[in-house]
């Protein structure tokens, strides 16, 4: 079961796809988590998320970390098809509570209530794509399932894939 887990493909386009969006949610994270790039830290976020959201304090936590944790998990390629997963799922759900009643689009020119689902859609699909072919070239998922199907002997990564 782990080598389906870290099973990847030396792909340079999902490495692209994997590392853009582990920069994008780990900025996301940090800003809930950390309180970085003008965000509220993991306590204003807790109290918003429970207190304005009205969202069960597991679950926001859960939030917090998927972005914060999943980012970084991403950017390394470690774990990268859970990482994705937690993303997609967070995702997914601002689109299904915030941002779907809104429409696609982002509200460039404010005139609208709040902002579309197109970004959280975006996240999605590329997620969904980590999720299925994982981490690509250039990542530790890749290094654990050649480390897991050849018992740590070196080995190339067409035979990891074809494993």
Excluded: C
């Amino acid at each position: 079961m782990l080598e389906k887990l870290f099973k990847t493909t030396p792909n340079y386009a999902l490495t692209i796809l994997r590392v853009v969006l582990g920069i994008v949610f780990f900025a996301h994270g940090a800003q809930k988590m950390l309180g970085w790039f003008g965000g509220y830290g993991f306590s204003g976020t807790m109290g918003f998320f429970t207190q304005q959201m009205h969202i069960p304090a597991p679950l926001a936590f859960l939030a917090i970390a998927a972005e914060f944790f999943g980012g970084l998990g991403l950017i390394l390629g470690l774990l990268s098809r859970v990482a994705a997963f937690g993303i997609a799922v967070n995702m997914l759900v601002a689109i299904l509570t915030v941002h779907g009643q809104f429409g696609l689009f982002m509200n460039w020119g404010g005139t609208q209530k709040g902002e579309g689902f197109e970004y959280h859609l975006l996240a999605v699909a590329i997620a969904a794509a980590i999720i299925a072919e994982g981490a690509g070239a250039l990542s530790f998922d890749a290094t654990l399932a050649r480390l897991l199907h050849h018992g740590g002997e070196p080995g190339t990564m067409e035979q990891v894939r074809t494993a």
